[in-house]
C-alpha cells in the first residue's frame, strides 16, 4: 500500500474511530438522561412512568415477582398501593393493599374496576408490561379521598337535614376541604371553606388541577348531577406535593441535562482534537526537525530526552502514530545516510584531490627543474659546450616537454569527456590486428622489456566501428597500467575473445600483487593514484579514468577483478560490426 492509501486509510479509520466515540458518549448522556427522567418521575408519582420505564424496574420469572426497592418507597411516599395481576386475573403481587380492594378479580371484575375510576375511592392508573414473553398488569392506586367527600356533598344537598349538612360542613374543614356548588347557567349558589371562590364556573381551573395533574397543592373533582342539575366541585390539599418540583420539570431537566452535555461534549471535542493534533503533528514535526538537521548538515536522526529515536517505543519498535508514515521515514534514514556518505566521500575526494595535486605538481616541477637546468647550462657563457652534449641537452629538454605535455594532455582529456566534449570520429577498425600491433609495440618498448607480455584471440578478424585514436588510447592506457605497477617478471596476457555475433571482450590479465579493496574502489576515479605495489606514484591519477570514459564512450562496459596475491583482470566489452570469422573459416 502506497503513503496515499495509507494516510487515506489512516485518517477515514481515525475519524471513524472518532465518531464511534462520539456516538457512545451521546448514547451513554442519552440513557443518563432517561435515567435521570425515570428516577425524577418516580419521586414526584409512579403514575408518570410509562410502561417500558417499569418494565426496567421489575423482573418476573418462574412465575416470582421482584419488584425494585425503588418502586416502593415512591408508593409508599405516596400513600398508595400496588398490585400485579397476570394476563388472567390472577394476583401475582400486592404490596399495602388496603382490604377493600379485592385481592382476587375475575377478568371482567377486574376491567369493571379499573375503567370504574369515579365509584372507586382512589385514583387507579395501570400498566400492561411483557416480562419473560409473558403479559402482567401492574395497577397502582393512590387515596382519593375528594372522591368520597363529593359523593357526600351530593348526597347532603339532595336531603333537607339541617344536622346532616352541619356535619358535612364540619368534616370538609376537618380535611381543610372545600367545596363550591354552580347551577345550570354555571352561577355560583353555594360554597364552603374556600377563600377566593369564583362567582362563574371556570372549567379551565377544574381541568388544570384536576386528577390527571398530580404534583398540585390541591386535587380538585368536579361532578355534574344529572337529577338536580348541579355541578358540584370539591377541592383538597394534595398530602404528597413536593414544593418547588413543577410539572414541567422534565422540560428543565432536558435543558440542564443537553447543557451538561453539550459542555462534556465540547470539552471531548477539544481534548479529543488536541489529541487528534498532537498524535498526527508529532510525526510531522519529527519530520520538519529531521529535514532541519539535515540541512544543518546532522545527517542523524533526532531523538528525544532518553536518548532515542522520538518515533520509536522503549522496546525500539515504531510507535503506531508513525507506521502510516514508515515508507516516509525510511526515506529519510536513506536519505540521511546518503548524504553521510556523499559527504565521507567527498572528504575523501578533496584529500584524493589535494595529495593528486601535489603529486601532479612534484610531476611537473620534476621536468621543469630539468628542463631549467639545461637551459641555464646553455646560457652560461663560461663553458664552451661540444656539438654532442648540446645534442645531449636538447634531447633531455624535448623529453622532459613530451611528458609535461602529455600530463596536460591527459587533463585537459578527462575534463572534456566528463563534459561530453570529446568528438568521436568512429570507423570500422579490424580489432584483433590493431591490439595485437600495440602488444608488439609495448613488448618491443624498453620500460616494459621485463615483463613477459602475450597475445590471445579465439577468432581471426573482428571489425567494429571505433574511434582508432582512442580505443588504442584505452588499451594502451590499461596495458601501461598493468605493466607500470607490477614487478618485473610478472606474466601480462592481452585476450580478445568473441563472445557473441554482437560483441567481443578484450581482457588484459596479470599475476602480479592484485590491489586491495580501496584501491580497487577508487581505480577510475579522477585524481586517485594507487597501484598493485604502492611503490610507483607518478602520474596524473587519470589513467584508468579515461581509459573508462573511453569504454563508455564507444557504448562498452568496462569491470576490474582483483584481489591481493592474486594479480588482476580488466575486462571490456564492446560491441561489434559485423559476426566474427573464427580461425576454422
Known amino acids: 500500500m502506497n503513503l496515499r492509501n495509507k494516510l487515506i486509510f489512516q485518517y477515514v479509520r481515525q475519524l471513524f474511530g472518532f465518531l464511534l466515540v462520539l456516538l457512545l458518549f451521546l448514547i451513554i448522556a442519552m440513557l443518563g438522561l432517561g435515567w435521570r427522567i425515570m428516577n425524577e418521575q418516580l419521586s414526584i408519582d409512579l403514575s408518570r412512568l410509562n410502561a417500558s420505564d417499569l418494565t426496567l424496574k421489575i423482573d418476573y420469572e418462574a412465575e416470582r415477582i421482584h419488584v425494585n426497592p425503588e418502586i416502593e418507597k415512591s408508593v409508599a ?34 376491567i369493571a374496576y379499573v375503567e370504574n375510576r369515579d ?68 352561577k355560583l349558589i353555594h360554597q364552603w371553606n374556600h377563600p377566593n371562590a369564583s362567582a362563574q364556573l371556570d372549567m379551565t381551573e377544574v381541568l388544570q388541577n384536576g386528577e390527571i395533574a398530580k404534583n398540585v397543592p390541591v386535587h380538585i373533582t368536579s361532578r355534574y348531577d344529572k337529577n338536580s342539575d348541579l355541578t358540584y366541585v370539591v377541592g383538597i390539599p394534595n398530602p404528597t406535593y413536593q414544593s418547588g418540583v413543577q410539572e414541567t420539570s422534565e422540560d428543565v431537566m432536558v435543558k440542564e441535562t443537553f ?82 556518505s556523499n559527504e565521507k566521500l567527498q572528504r575523501e575526494i578533496e584529500q584524493t584531490r589535494e595529495e593528486w595535486i601535489t603529486g601532479l605538481s612534484h610531476d611537473l616541477k620534476t621536468p621543469l627543474s630539468s628542463i ?38 591527459d587533463l585537459n582529456l578527462t575534463y572534456r569527456l566528463k563534459n561530453q566534449a570529446l568528438p568521436m570520429v568512429k570507423q570500422p577498425v579490424a580489432i584483433v590486428e590493431t591490439i595485437r600491433r600495440i602488444v608488439v609495440d609495448m613488448v618491443n618498448d624498453p620500460s616494459s622489456s621485463l615483463h613477459d607480455i602475450e597475445f590471445s584471440a579465439n577468432v581471426q578478424s573482428i571489425t567494429a566501428e571505433v574511434d582508432p585514436i582512442w580505443f588504442r588510447r584505452i588499451i594502451v592506457n590499461i596495458l601501461t597500467n598493468a605493466i607500470k605497477y ?78 591481493l596475491g592474486s594479480g588482476t583482470v580488466v575486462v571490456m566489452t564492446f560491441p561489434v560490426l559485423r559476426p566474427p570469422v573464427s580461425w576454422s573459416s
Open 77 to 110: 411516599r405516596h400513600q398508595g398501593w400496588l398490585q400485579i395481576i397476570d394476563k388472567h386475573g390472577k394476583i401475582l403481587y400486592n404490596y399495602r393493599t388496603p382490604a377493600d380492594v379485592p385481592s382476587q378479580f375475575g377478568p371482567g371484575e377486574w
Open 119 to 186: 365509584a372507586s375511592r382512589y385514583h387507579i392508573t395501570h400498566w400492561v408490561i411483557n416480562q419473560s414473553d409473558e403479559n402482567i398488569i401492574i395497577v397502582y392506586g393512590t387515596p382519593a379521598p375528594e372522591k368520597e367527600m363529593i359523593k357526600r356533598l351530593i348526597a347532603a344537598k339532595t336531603g333537607t337535614s339541617k344536622e346532616t349538612w352541619n356535619e358535612l360542613n364540619k368534616s370538609f374543614s376537618r380535611e381543610k376541604a372545600w367545596y363550591l356548588v354552580y347551577d345550570r347557567a354555571g
Open 259 to 340: 447543557l451538561q452535555i453539550g459542555i462534556l461534549l465540547i470539552l471531548v471535542v477539544l481534548f479529543a482534537g488536541s489529541w487528534y493534533a498532537w498524535r498526527v503533528g508529532k510525526p510531522l514535526l519529527h519530520m520538519v526537525n529531521w529535514l532541519e538537521r539535515l540541512a544543518q548538515g546532522r545527517y542523524e536522526e533526532p531523538i528525544g530526552k532518553k536518548g532515542k529515536p522520538i518515533g520509536r517505543n522503549w522496546r525500539g519498535k515504531e510507535k503506531k502514530s508513525f507506521r502510516v508514515f514508515k515508507d516516509v521515514f525510511d526515506a529519510l534514514r536513506h536519505l540521511s545516510e546518503t548524504l553521510r
Open 372 to 409: 631549467y637546468g639545461y637551459a641555464t647550462f646553455l646560457e652560461s657563457e663560461q663553458y664552451e659546450w661540444d656539438r654532442k652534449e648540446v645534442s645531449e641537452f636538447g634531447k633531455t629538454i624535448r623529453e622532459k616537454s613530451d611528458y609535461m605535455n602529455g600530463l596536460i594532455e
Open 486 to 563: 607490477t614487478p618485473a617478471g610478472t606474466h601480462v596476457l592481452v585476450e580478445v575473445q568473441s563472445i557473441a555475433a554482437d560483441q567481443f571482450v578484450v581482457k588484459i590479465a596479470d599475476n602480479g600483487p592484485g590491489m586491495d579493496e580501496t584501491t580497487l574502489a577508487n581505480l577510475f576515479e579522477r585524481y586517485y593514484r594507487g597501484g598493485h605495489t604502492g611503490e610507483n606514484t607518478s602520474g596524473t591519477g587519470l589513467g584508468m579514468a579515461i581509459a573508462k570514459q573511453l569504454v563508455l564512450a564507444h557504448r562498452g562496459e568496462i569491470t576490474v577483478d582483483s584481489k
